[in-house]
């Protein structure tokens, strides 16, 4: 079975600075990886995703993650943050040939001014 | 295109009692997830269904069940309340007929049910 950890359950960072939120798997075989995020009271939003190919995939609002096979890792970065990414965020991970996600408990991102 | 409708928005009920839940999902699309949403264990399957069959099935009681119409519009049932189904239920849409995650998942705002 696969399972995902997010090891931060809380991060500030300042506006205008640059970010990373770790996130593990583990998995087998090769995963199906995903960034969703949530903000209060609302649903959760793909920012990006992976299947296969370049590990370093772009999303959206400016967020990039990065696939490393050795470190069973899918971290999240964005190079200067706003403060409307104030939400939380979680990875995700999925096999191949399944529908079903396996979510990570979230990180909490704070944006001071 | 409307985005996946979750309704109703927040519920309050006793526990012993029913609940039922409703989406509707992205036009077109015909599988719908079903996810429990809690502070302590995070985000959970509960089941999927597609062309109105279940799919798939999370590690939950009896006590919930689903179904999927023709139409592809889902509800989701929690027969006698506990006080720990307080949550919030998400539920997700996806064009995906292969069972697979090739397209992704859209999810709604979701419907916080507290028991109390």
């Known amino acids: 079975a696969q399972s995902v950890t997010q090891p931060d359950i809380h991060i500030t960072v300042s506006e205008g600075a640059s970010l990373e939120l770790r996130c593990n798997y583990s998995y087998g075989a090769t995963p199906y990886l995903f960034w969703y995020v949530q903000s209060p009271g609302q649903g959760l939003q793909l920012l990006l995703k992976?299947?296969?190919?370049?590990?370093l995939v772009q999303g959206i609002k400016g967020f990039e993650a990065e696939f490393k096979r050795s470190q069973s890792s899918f971290n999240l970065r964005k190079p200067s943050v706003h403060w409307s990414d104030a939400a939380e965020y979680f990875c995700?991970?999925?096999?191949?040939?399944?529908?079903?996600?396996?979510f990570g408990k979230g990180t909490m991102l704070l944006v001071s001014p | 295109k409307a985005g996946v409708t979750q309704t109703p928005r927040y519920l309050i009920k006793t526990r012993g009692q029913q609940v039922t839940l409703s989406c509707s999902p992205i036009s077109g699309h015909r599988s719908v997830s079903w996810y429990q949403q809690t502070p302590g264990q995070g985000l959970q399957f509960l089941f999927e269904?597609?062309?109105?069959?279940?799919?798939n099935k999370g590690n939950f009681p009896g006590r919930f069940s689903g179904r999927q119409f023709s139409n592809s519009r889902s509800e989701m049932n929690v027969s006698t309340l506990e006080l720990g189904d307080s949550a919030l239920y998400l539920c997700?849409?996806?064009?995906?007929?292969?069972?697979?995650?090739?397209?992704?998942?859209?999810f709604g705002n979701g419907t916080r049910l507290t028991v109390t």
């Open positions: 995700a991970v999925g096999a191949s040939g399944y529908s079903t996600l396996t």
């Open positions: 997700a849409s996806s064009s995906n007929q292969q069972g697979t995650l090739n397209s992704p998942l859209h």
């Open positions: 269904y597609f062309s109105e069959t279940q799919r």
């Open positions: 992976y299947f296969s190919g370049d590990t």
